[in-house]
């Protein structure tokens, strides 16, 4: 399965590669890790006639943390999150997500802006960012802006960003000393794309208590207020399901039930403390 | 090649430094397989998932099915070839061969990349991590039992080596 | 630069049979200087991409190719004189078809080749196959084995009137009234089950590089297969050619299964194309191509009835079962084998009075059947030890108990069984008693009752079966398909400084033979195994065999190896004595040299005394000197019965539906082992291809005939993760027909797992009401089922119908 053609250019900052981008008329790319768009393109299901590497722009790696708003940089590799190598002020929740990325050598080249930008449904950094109610960032020959993580994806693979425009990266409140997370994903075995995905934080100091049911068929489905969810032990109760119809999950399907497994497993793992999901 | 979108590329392989024309669209497997005549990177899905192409790009493993050559300019590629004479390889190739952790041998030099990884990164890994790390490395021969106790032989002998110098040292104090 | 390789393992240490001896291939693979084929460059080679039907079923309208490349595309039109792929059973009833090697008039699966385009690269002829545009008037699609035997539907070969290649019927000591028994047994337990078809998923898929050689006026098609002469005969027959004039190289194969025991469609095309050019032609294929076009094995279907009588002692069993065929009838197998084979199989390891069984093979839109490893016996274990737990569960005895009494007993072997197979050897009751030690039963029971605080469900589940291998002419010659295996040759002859060149038929791919057949001539000879040089893959070089399949290669190629090392020995001692001047009955072979009173002379100084000082051999020397050919047939060739008790444990999650295994036992006995170590591996790795049928591989298929997996992110192949820490025992019981009491048993591993993990999993989900009664046991079947069950209470307990 070999990719169709396509011209390459590695630029050194943004704005060369929007000056790259915008005479391809849509047809171009951005491209980072390639571990998404890689696949796509060995099976011709994405034939993009140029690749803007944006792996050579530095400060698409930045990342810092000023009081207590944390950004990333869009072309740091799930292995540097995974490792620790930044400070992502979420209380070891991103490297714990990290680490079930996929493979370790996958991981060492995929980003975290282009797993965020294939905006897979399953797939791990698009449903911790509605966790973690971020902001995405990005640059266009219009000048820099920010998208609401709510607006970020529109459906399965399909975001929010012109196809001028580069994700730079992404930005969100720092997790408080006392906050808790937990991360639950059902998948059939390590690596591959998850059946569910539930994730809670309750950071009780900042007044936040926000869960996730995430790989449906839509975009990750955001509960603002997961209170209830925290304080029923009683995994039938009907709170669950209301929030999962509401994430238009159909009631009586497998996928109800799994999704539903994740979610009370999710709280349960809030609940024991231990910060982490079974 | 007839493309007009070819490049030239810098790039070091195995230690050498190579220049090379190549298209866009090659991958770096191909790249190497076609046009360098290392062929001891096999592929296997092309999708990223087998790991039978896993080789190391500036240090670390790295799926050259899904990365474009290009991509990789500037970059130090090590292929199995460009680790004949590693110890630690050498070390991994003696446990493999005691424990029987190969049969048809196509899978074997991704997963001596990722072996190698393993014994170096997480030298406390356990058989249960060890089995999560190989998680992305198929074999269809062996039943992973033979690559495990291989692993695991390797993790064990450099345990009892780094401890050893203070075991001697314990024992003249 | 190549290191020479110095062994550990040489001189004294163990070399022979039953040594675990380190492989010699290992070293080439490890330093990834593996020859696989897709690493053969020849200068001028060009790259072939198939434009492959995207549809399960239509007739061709027309095939418009691109403005530009009308020269680089080539259909079956412009294939004159190439003739189809024919594979034909003699069995009665067999219903013939032609599989044509490039598609024309009809497509009959997703994936057929229909016209073939080359370039320079891989990459540059898969451009020009995406322009090529295939018009199609589509038909309604064959999908499902049960409803393509309905008289409404559509035809996959119009001329036979139906969709089934084949109909057996087996119908064993008929004079016992079953019409008595099915009234009168005390316990009838009846299943209905489903296997899925898989892919059999090598590391490495196929691919060949053909060219035609001038001077030796030779098509040369290098080819990854596991029987290069079959590849031969049938490639010389598609093309037009005699076998002399074709030769088969298979170099290192990186896995088969019997994936790559076919002649392809593709393989021809490369041929001829060769031919044509006069250029190196390529194919490579990838996995797209292997998971969408060639998911071709597995699928059963089995309405399945036991009866026993109060303590479970088997009456009868009787079975209608189909088997999903596919497309065509593939080169040499044919299409029938694997349903013809439940006929004579599905008693098992068991003793009963009655049997009955129909089955059919039936014509579909998908990929044509390949043997599987372990075949039909995969499915038919399944089946029938389905229903030896049912009867298990119906008597109150425990599973092990009900196969206690009903198994062959070492005392009655050699057996023939209710369909006259001749089970040769072994103790089958005594595997299952170690095997249940082992896994250590009452505390499994006893931990069931206990319950888990992570609310799982333990299950414990077992399968016994016996594995037929290294079968020969007498049960082959009546299938009448394109081969017959016959006796199996062996060439070997010493170089003049005393190294042993060995040549067999059979070839190797993951099964370590170019160590275990060194071992066995170091067992005759005293050799030194690395001074032994085994030479497979290559029909210009090797002797005609029908390759490796059924777990034929150590009993056959062995044998075979043996006999000439041991005529070899012959040879040598006649012209040992000689030199020693010493008459041969006073000397002996010992350490690889003849030995008399008080000097001896070694393998390596007799080899050389032959090549360059003849004047010191006997007058009366064997002509034929140190090279002997010769051909081994078992003492009586109704195969070898290895044999294996599976035994495991599982926790089952009855929320996530997810099987988790916990701990796996084998209990096995293959005869006399050759390398005990080589032995586990394929028992390993047969284990964990059955651990995917059992729960996790399914190519699925929409009901237009489309696979729905294409690629290994959807078809689920084991990982480090999904096969556990296997423990496996060995018992060593030799086979009183092969000539070193081993018996074959690359495919044991494979056969036993999907029954034990289905029954395992039924065991932890009784408790439920809920039973699955399909492979594979998937998270989805097993929610689902809970799910229904649970809406049954419900409305049971509001007192409506269920």
């Not at chain 1, 006639?49 to 799930?78: K, Q, S």
């Not at chain 1, 059946?195 to 208590?209: K, L, N, Y």
């Not at chain 1, 996730?212 to 995994?235: S, T, Y």
Request: glycine residues 10%.
């Amino acid at each position: 399965m070999k990719a169709a053609t396509y011209d390459y250019a590695k630029p050194l900052t943004c704005d060369e590669a929007i000056a790259l981008i915008v005479p391809t008329g849509g047809m171009g790319k951005f491209v980072s890790g390639s571990q998404s768009l890689g696949p796509m393109m060995n099976l011709r299901l994405a034939q993009p006639e140029m690749l803007v590497d944006l792996r050579g722009i530095a400060a698409l790696r930045a990342c810092r943390i000023e009081g207590e708003t944390v950004t990333l940089g869009a072309c740091l590799t799930h292995a540097q999150i995974e490792d620790g190598k930044v400070e992502t002020g979420t209380r070891g929740l991103m490297e714990y997500v990290a680490r079930g990325i996929a493979y370790r050598a996958v991981r060492n080249r995929g980003t975290l802006g282009g797993s965020l930008a294939h905006a897979d449904p399953a797939a791990d950094w698009i449903n911790t960012m509605c966790a973690l109610d971020a902001q995405f960032l990005v640059a266009g020959p219009g000048g820099a802006r920010v998208i609401d993580g709510g607006d970020w994806m529109a459906g399965a693979f399909t975001t929010a960003l012109e196809a001028d425009e580069i994700l730079t990266g992404v930005r969100f409140a720092r997790l408080s000393p006392t906050a808790r997370w937990s991360y639950y994903k059902f998948n059939r075995k390590p690596g591959e794309f998850a059946e569910a995905i539930a994730v809670f934080i309750d950071d009780a100091a900042r007044g936040v208590c926000r869960a996730v049911i995430g790989a449906i068929d839509a975009p990750p489905f955001a509960i603002d207020d997961a209170r209830d969810l925290l304080r029923d032990a009683n995994p039938q109760t009907s709170c669950f399901d209301a929030h999962l119809e509401a994430a238009g999950i159909e009631a009586g399907s497998y996928e109800h039930e799994v999704h539903r497994v994740a979610l009370v497993r999710a709280a349960a793992a809030i609940r024991n403390q231990d910060g982490k999901a079974p | 090649m007839s493309d007009a979108f070819i490049k030239t590329i810098e790039l070091v392989v195995n230690r050498a430094p190579v220049v090379d024309r190549v298209e866009p669209r090659t991958s770096l497997a191909d790249f190497l397989r076609e046009q360098r005549m290392l062929c001891g990177t096999n592929i296997g899905c092309e999708q990223g998932v087998c790991g039978a192409c896993t080789i190391d790009v500036d240090g670390v493993p790295t799926r050259s099915c899904i990365t474009p050559a290009i991509s990789c300019a500037g970059s130090a590629v090590r292929t199995i070839e460009g680790f004949d004479d590693d110890a630690i390889m050498n070390e991994l190739r003696a446990a493999f061969s005691a424990e029987h952790a190969l049969q048809c041998g196509y899978c074997t030099p991704g997963m001596l990349m990722t072996a190698r990884d393993i014994v170096t990164r997480l030298p406390d890994a356990d058989d249960a991590r060890v089995r999560l790390e190989l998680s992305g490395n198929l074999c269809r021969c062996t039943g992973y039992v033979g690559i495990v106790r291989a692993i695991r032989r390797v993790l064990d002998a450099r345990r009892a080596r780094a401890a050893a110098p203070l075991a001697a040292a314990a024992a003249t104090a | 630069m190549i290191k020479r390789l110095h062994r550990q393992g040489g001189g004294d240490s163990a070399q022979g049979i039953g040594a675990s001896l380190t492989r010699k291939e290992d070293e080439r693979f490890m330093h990834g200087r593996g020859e696989y084929v897709p690493n053969i460059r020849m200068v001028g080679m060009v790259d072939v991409a198939f434009v492959r039907s995207p549809i399960a079923h239509g007739h061709i309208v027309g095939i418009e190719k691109p403005e530009g490349f009308e020269h680089a595309i080539y259909t079956l039109g412009d294939m004159e004189g190439v003739k189809p792929v024919v594979a034909n059973s003699g069995l009665p009833g067999f219903k013939s078809s032609e599989q044509p090697v490039l598609a024309s008039g009809k497509v009959r699966q997703v994936g057929e080749i229909i016209a073939m385009c080359v370039a320079a690269t891989r990459a540059q002829a898969e451009d020009i196959a995406a322009q090529v545009f295939v018009d199609f008037e589509e038909l309604p699609a064959v999908v499902d084995m049960i409803d393509a035997r309905r008289d409404d539907s559509a035809l996959v070969h119009e001329h036979w009137g139906d969709n089934v290649f084949l109909e057996t019927f087996v119908d064993a000591n008929p004079d016992v009234d079953l019409d008595a028994i099915r009234r009168d047994a005390p316990i009838r337990v009846h299943r209905k089950l489903r296997t899925a078809r898989q892919s059999m998923a090598p590391m490495e898929g196929r691919g060949c590089v053909a060219h035609w050689d001038r001077r030796l006026s030779q098509l040369i098609l290098h080819t990854s297969a596991q029987m290069p002469h079959i590849t031969r005969t049938g490639l010389a027959q598609c093309l037009g050619l005699d076998e002399g004039q074709v030769r088969v190289i298979a170099p290192d194969v990186g896995g088969g299964f019997g994936y790559k025991g076919i002649l392809l469609p593709e393989e021809v095309c490369c041929g001829w194309l060769a031919m044509q050019l006069e250029k190196p032609v390529r194919w490579i294929e990838d996995r797209r191509e292997q998971l969408t076009a060639n998911a071709n094995c597995r699928e059963h279907d089995y309405d399945i009835t036991g009866y026993a009588d109060r303590d479970g002692r088997l009456l009868a069993v009787e079975c209608e079962a189909h088997v999903d065929s596919g497309a065509y009838s593939s080169y040499p197998f044919s299409a029938c084998l694997e349903a013809a084979q439940i006929g004579s199989i599905l008693p098992g390891p068991y003793k009963m009075e009655r049997f009955r069984c129909r089955t059919w093979s039936v014509a579909t839109n998908k990929p044509p059947i390949l043997p599987y490893r372990g075949v039909a016996r995969t499915g038919v274990c399944y089946a029938i030890e389905t229903v030896m737990d049912a009867i298990a569960l119906e008597a109150g005895i425990e599973p092990y108990e009900v196969r206690l009494r009903n198994l062959v007993e070492p005392h009655e072997m050699p057996y023939d069984n209710i369909t006259r197979k001749h089970f040769d050897s072994g103790d089958y009751p005594e595997a299952v008693r170690r095997a249940m030690a082992a896994i250590d039963l009452s505390a499994v029971r006893a931990r069931q009752r206990r319950g888990e605080p992570d609310g799982r469900r333990i299950g414990f589940g077992m399968s016994v079966f016996c594995e037929q291998g290294a079968h020969g002419t007498s049960v082959y010659h009546g299938w009448g398909i394109p081969m017959v295996p016959g006796y199996e040759p062996a060439v070997i002859r010493l170089t003049p400084d005393g190294v042993l060149e060995v040549r067999v038929g059979v070839h190797s791919h993951g099964q370590s033979m170019e160590t275990t057949l060194a071992q066995i001539a170091h067992e005759v000879l005293g050799i030194d195994t690395d001074r032994v040089r085994i030479v497979l893959g290559d029909t210009g070089v090797t002797p005609y065999s029908t390759g490796t399949w059924g777990s034929r290669s150590i009993v056959m190629a062995g044998g075979a190896v043996g006999r000439a090392s041991k005529e070899l020995k012959e040879r040598l001692l006649k012209i040992g004595a000689h030199l020693l001047g010493e008459p041969s009955s006073e000397v002996r072979w010992e350490n690889g040299a003849v030995v008399g009173r008080q000097a001896s002379r070694s393998l390596r100084e007799i080899a050389r005394t032959w090549y360059l000082a003849p004047q010191l051999l006997p007058s009366d020397v064997d002509p034929r000197g140190l090279e002997v050919s010769t051909s081994y047939q078992a003492k009586r060739d109704s195969g070898t019965f290895s044999y294996a008790c599976h035994a495991v444990v599982v926790a089952v999650d009855p929320a996530l539906g997810q099987t988790e295994i916990l701990d796996y036992v084998i209990v096995e006995d293959g005869g006399v082992l050759i390398n005990p170590m080589v032995v586990d591996g394929q028992v390993y790795g047969g284990a964990a291809q059955g651990i995917g049928t059992a729960l996790y591989e399914a190519m699925p298929y929409s009901d237009d005939g489309q696979p729905l997996a294409s690629t290994l992110a959807d078809y689920i192949l084991p990982g480090a993760t999904e096969v556990p820490a296997i423990r496996i025992e060995h018992m060593e019981t030799p086979a009183p027909y092969t000539e070193f009491g081993q018996k074959g048993i690359g495919e044991s591993g494979a056969i036993g797992p999907p029954a034990a993990l289905a029954n395992a999993v039924n065991d932890a989900l009784r408790g439920l009401g809920v039973r699955i009664d399909q492979l594979p046991v998937t998270p989805r079947l097993v929610v689902e089922a809970l799910a229904k069950e649970r809406e049954r209470q419900a409305r049971a307990m509001k007192g409506m119908p269920a």
